[in-house]
């Protein structure tokens, strides 16, 4: 369990590093998120790896809840992301229940550097942000030689690079938080069994 716990520190570490760069990045160019949406959130193929996800996994294992949401997200279907609580009907109003937890790539997808197939560097910035402020938006385009924007593939190494058996697969965020519930749950259950046998 102990091994879980070190990835997961060093994950939060680098979500920390990611949520500055990219942060500060966002709002220097002046393409805050909109209030209140959470539009991105409202879609189960957000992409995460285990290892993204195992923070929040050992977070719920430690206030108890980690059962209960391996439950729930076993016998729900997957019409968002299962962390996502809606604010509005059509779910582009809401907002994170995890916001402290939340994986790398909620951390860098509103506003982020990535290569076209030709390599060339260019800004990815999401629909609603897009339209809410073009002009701002073809500023940071325009600026993109003197301020280059953070690279969201560079963003997704850095968190794989911590443990490519757990970080390098990505796959829906719905799937990668019951692995790595369903990791932690047993990793307990093999570390409960081995103090046992110590203690017998
Ligand atoms: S973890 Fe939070 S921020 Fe990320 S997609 Fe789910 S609800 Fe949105
Ligand atoms: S990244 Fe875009 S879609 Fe997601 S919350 Fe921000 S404004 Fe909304």
């Known amino acids: 369990m102990q091994r879980l716990r070190d990835l997961a520190l060093e994950v939060l570490n680098e979500y920390q590093l990611l949520s500055q760069e990219f942060g500060s ?39 108890g809840k980690a059962e209960a949401y391996l439950q729930q997200m076993q016998d729900g279907g997957g019409f968002a992301c299962h962390l996502f609580q809606r604010h509005s009907l059509d779910g ?19 506003v982020a550097g990535y290569r076209t197939k ?44 911590i443990d490519y058996a ?11 938080l019951v692995a790595a519930l369903e990791k932690v749950l047993t990793q307990a259950a093999y570390s409960a069994l081995d103090d046992g046998n110590v203690a017998a």
């Open 25 to 63: 990045y966002q709002k220097i160019a002046g393409l805050n998120c909109v209030e209140g949406c959470g539009a991105c959130c409202n879609n189960p193929q957000v992409e995460a790896s285990v290892l993204e996800m195992l923070p929040l996994a050992l977070h719920l294992f430690d206030t």
């Open 92 to 110: 582009i109003k809401g907002a994170c229940t995890v916001y402290e937890w939340r994986p790398g790539i909620c951390r860098m997808f509103g």
């Open 118 to 161: 030709t390599d060339q560097p260019t800004l990815s910035v999401c629909a609603t942000i897009k339209a809410s402020k073009p002009h701002k938006f073809a500023d940071a385009l325009i600026a993109m030689s003197t301020s280059a924007p953070p690279m969201l593939s560079h963003g997704r190494q850095r968190i794989a690079k």
């Open 166 to 176: 757990l970080g390098e697969k990505l796959m829906p965020i719905n799937e990668a």
